[in-house]
């Protein structure tokens, strides 16, 4: 098992195959720098490899922020071909979260602008509380967003609305974002963690390789090199090979609950 308490910008802490993820620099309200990045990848690594890990909630430490966006001061002297390789890395870590076949919920606390919003955006839920705050705020410094934020919030509020939010730099308050389709709840902070983990356990009481096939077949949707119902035909054929599949029919027969773990 991975020590979760191991990391320099992380907290983890794992109770009941919930591990819940903290972005810990809450005195630069939680920016994204190269450490964070890295130290992302290497858990989602060890995520993926740990049996004793079956559903994750990354949040943000503090009050004030999820995470405020990436650390502007590694900016300072980049130039093209490095920009490009620091893109290419964020969006890389990124997709490790998104692609991931465990549930990961996002539960917003804070701002959750620039890299942050992208961050939010790669987990497969968003949980807010009311004071939460969304924005790609980019093109301020001049900027889009490269952390795969163009793509994402495209697919989850549409074209015109992505558009609005990327080339105004504006902020979309909880109330927004969820009229939007952005975030899937919004709930007082201090039930934050709890609803998260109230529906991440709802979720985990399912079949595992069920919800896990659930993912891959909605990825395959946005994934241009793949046929999304094709991908769900093979994920759907898949299914009645299992154990799980077999389990759940006989318990629904039988008019009992299934026992998937």
């Not at 308490?5 to 903290?22: A, C, D, K, M, P």
């Not at 889009?144 to 504006?170: C, D, F, H, W």
């Not at 079949?207 to 896990?212: D, L, M, S």
Request: hydrophobic share 40%; with cysteine.
């Amino acid at each position: 098992m991975n020590n979760w308490g191991g990391y320099q910008t992380l907290g983890g802490q794992l109770e009941e195959g919930i591990l819940i993820v903290t972005v810990n620099r809450p005195d630069k309200m939680n920016a994204l720098n190269k450490t964070v990045l890295e130290e992302l990848e290497h858990a989602f690594t060890q995520i993926k490899i740990d049996a004793a890990v079956k559903g994750v909630i990354i949040t943000g430490s503090g009050e004030k922020a999820f995470v405020a966006g990436a650390d502007i001061s590694e900016f300072k002297g980049i130039d093209t071909s490095v920009a490009m390789e620091m893109a290419v890395r964020g969006q890389r870590i990124f997709e490790h979260i998104e692609k991931s076949t465990k549930p990961v919920i996002a539960a917003v606390n804070g701002f959750a602008l620039g890299g942050g919003c992208e961050l939010a955006m790669a987990c497969h839920i968003r949980i807010a509380t009311e004071m939460a705050k969304f924005g790609q705020p980019e093109v301020n410094l001049g900027l889009i967003p490269g952390y795969g934020g163009t793509q994402r919030l495209t697919q989850l509020v549409g074209r015109g609305k992505a558009l609005e939010l990327m080339m105004s730099g504006n902020m979309l308050d909880a109330t927004g974002a969820l009229q939007w389709g952005l975030v899937n709840q919004v709930v007082p902070v201090e039930k934050l963690l709890e609803e998260s983990k109230k529906l991440l356990q709802t979720i985990l009481s399912k079949g595992p390789k069920a919800v896990a096939r659930v993912i891959e077949s909605v990825e395959a949707f946005f994934d241009k090199t793949k046929n999304g119902y094709a991908e769900e035909v093979r994920l759907f054929g898949d299914c009645f090979g299992s154990t799980e599949m077999q389990e759940g029919v006989s318990a629904f027969l039988e008019k009992r609950k299934p026992k998937f773990n």
